[in-house]
């Protein structure tokens, strides 16, 4: 997805002053395509009449899958925004524009299955459709990061003052931070989508948990070379 050598075009190096307009035009672009991929991610899932039988409960894998897999994904697709304008090179954009497109328009699907299924996006009671020995040896307060009314968060989430500092850089500093934490990121859902994969009830959501979960291992191993590309080294797995 990301192979070959970047390439060095003026017209994006984020050292002119002429670029400064493309990198606006091209932050709008993204976000223009981001809400146009939400919403026929949603209206795919309609289309496809997941749940049309039996309604997944509140409280069950499918839902809960969904709804914080969603939450999971939206971290992603903020950060990798960011690299489109701060990151130093093709080959990071590139990256960047894949999480950023592919996360969105999974994101719809999921929000799309929460609508038709008649329950709320949100819930304070994060990961609880997972197993307790599943998240075994996670830190769920990872970070320092602020928690949700149940007092939990996903692993691999950035925290606030991490976000703040990945907004502050730009350049190679930036590509190394988005790449440690993106890989972190990766990592953390990685287990969500296994555990999504192997107890929801409803095929549709199993066969997204299996795509996430080859798509973002296949983005680990690639975030991982570029990293030691750049200097970096991974961060502790969640």
């Known amino acids: 997805m990301t192979s070959g050598s970047p390439s060095a075009s003026p017209d994006i190096d984020p050292g ?24 026929a991610g949603g209206g795919l899932a309609v289309v496809l009449g997941v749940g049309g039988d039996e309604t997944p409960a509140a ?33 990071l954009r590139r990256l960047a524009f894949d999480i950023s497109a592919t996360q969105t328009n999974q994101v719809g699907r999921m929000q799309g299955w929460l609508t038709l299924w008649g329950l709320p996006l949100t819930s304070s009671d994060v990961m609880g459709w997972m197993a307790g020995d599943a998240m075994a040896g996670h830190d769920m307060s990872h970070g320092g990061h602020r928690p ?12 606030e003052d991490e976000l703040a500092q990945l907004r502050s ?30 107890h929801s009830a409803e095929a549709a959501v199993r066969s997204l948990a299996r ?13 991982e070379s570029m990293l030691q590309a750049r200097g970096g080294t991974p961060l502790p797995a969640p």
């Open 148 to 159: 949700p009314a149940g007092g939990a968060v996903m692993p691999g989430m950035v925290t």
């Open 211 to 223: 795509s996430i979960e080859v798509s973002q291992s296949a983005e680990t191993a690639t975030m």
């Open 59 to 91: 409280d069950s894998v499918d839902a809960g899958f969904a709804r914080d897999m969603s939450r999971h994904h939206l971290q992603a697709v903020e950060m990798a925004n960011l690299a489109l304008t701060q990151g130093s090179d093709d080959e």
């Open 16 to 39: 002119t002053s002429p670029a400064r307009p493309r990198r606006w035009l091209t932050g709008l672009l993204a976000t223009v395509i981001a809400l146009g991929l939400l919403v």
């Open 169 to 198: 850089l730009t350049g190679t500093p930036f590509d190394v931070l988005f790449l440690q934490l993106m890989i972190r990121h990766h990592q953390g859902g990685l287990e969500m989508a296994q555990y999504g994969e192997q």
